[in-house]
């Protein structure tokens, strides 16, 4: 290899990061919008979970303003809408461990 073989790999290596650093606010700045993000803040989030024993997990998920809890695992999984409008599935859960 010789010495202007040497400087154009370093110079190709270098122009890729530099490519990428300066890709790196574009893309913060397009990614809450690809995944269905508005205003900063999620529609669909994970509040917290529960492991209830080796196959079967309890979730709390928050869409919009409304939380429902999700019993995944075993021979069928269970939604469940929470129905008191004052408290939360999160706080209810908090409050049990």
């Not at 574009?26 to 917290?48: C, D, E, F, I, Y």
Request: positive net charge; aromatic residues 4%; charged residues 20%.
């Amino acid at each position: 290899m010789t010495l202007h073989d040497g400087l154009t790999a370093c110079s190709a290596l270098m122009f890729v990061i530099v490519l990428l650093v300066c890709l790196k606010p574009l893309l913060k700045l397009v990614s809450p919008q690809r995944s269905g993000q508005k205003g900063g803040t999620a529609a669909l989030s994970l509040v917290g979970q529960m492991a209830l024993d080796r196959t079967r997990r309890l979730s709390v998920v928050r869409y919009g303003n409304r939380e429902v809890l999700v019993l995944t695992g075993g021979t069928q999984d269970v939604l469940l809408e929470w129905q008191n409008e004052g408290a939360a599935f999160s706080s209810a859960l908090e409050d049990a461990s």
